[in-house]
């Protein structure tokens, strides 16, 4: 059974670079060239698409968003990674992982990680 | 972005109600709409894909319908369960999520 789990820190200082990682395990990340998203929600605007990344490294960010994200792979430790600069208070969220569809990231997100909260303050 | 707006935003039922959810979206986009549901401290779980097939393991008193601008989630007869906050998402371009509906018992 396919299981994805966020890690990072959970208190981010404003103006900072916020990393996380997702872990995938009970699968590999390569398996049928998946796409795996990152995604936020915070009480003020929801669930946010962030970006995705296929295990071919090929990546798509929200273009709403400020271009301050980036998403990587490591299949070697079947992980994905978030970094995400110069935070301000108003990026304070849960952030998810979770796998997409093949082909696209155009897709529904199943399974997702059981998130991670990040706060920015200083 | 194509925008998605959910209505109610809050729904009082009871158990055994008969629960209908809209999502709509600012532009067609077929049926590339997912459903979710999400509890308090959890992910949100999918439910429905391609606006009205249910994901393996789902009961089936979920159903999703609809194509274009306009979609729908029942749930046919409430369970106890069944209490928390739905999501719609599109996907026919960059993803975006409806705000919610808050299903809680009257």
């Known amino acids: 059974q396919l299981q994805l789990q966020e890690s990072g820190p959970g208190l981010v200082k404003p103006s900072d670079t916020l990393s996380l990682t997702c872990t995938v395990s009970g699968g590999s990340i390569t398996s049928q060239n998946y796409y795996w998203g990152w995604i936020r929600q915070t009480p003020g605007k929801g669930l946010e698409w962030i970006g995705s990344i296929s295990s071919s490294g090929s990546t798509y960010y929200n273009p709403s968003l400020k271009s301050r994200f980036t998403i990587s792979v490591d299949t070697s430790k079947n992980q994905l990674s978030l970094k995400l600069t110069s935070v301000t208070a108003a990026e304070t969220a849960i952030y998810y992982c979770?796998?997409?569809?093949?082909?696209?990231?155009?897709?529904?997100?199943?399974?997702w990680g059981q998130g991670t909260l990040v706060t920015v303050s200083s | 972005d194509i925008q998605m707006t959910q209505s109610p935003s809050t729904l009082s039922a009871s158990v055994g109600d008969r629960v209908t959810i809209t999502c709509r979206a600012s532009?067609?986009?077929?049926?590339?709409l997912a459903w979710y549901q999400q509890k308090p401290g959890k992910a949100p779980k999918l439910l429905i894909y391609?606006?009205?097939s249910l994901e393996s393991g789902v009961p089936s008193r979920f159903s999703g319908s609809g194509s274009g601008t306009e979609f729908t989630l029942t749930i046919s007869s409430l369970q106890p369960d069944d209490f928390a906050t739905y999501y719609c998402q599109q996907y026919h371009s960059s993803p975006t999520f409806g705000q919610g509906t808050k299903v809680e018992i009257k």
């Open positions: 391609m606006a009205s």
């Open positions: 979770a796998r997409q569809g093949v082909v696209t990231p155009y897709n529904w997100f199943d399974p």
């Open positions: 532009q067609s986009i077929s049926t590339w």
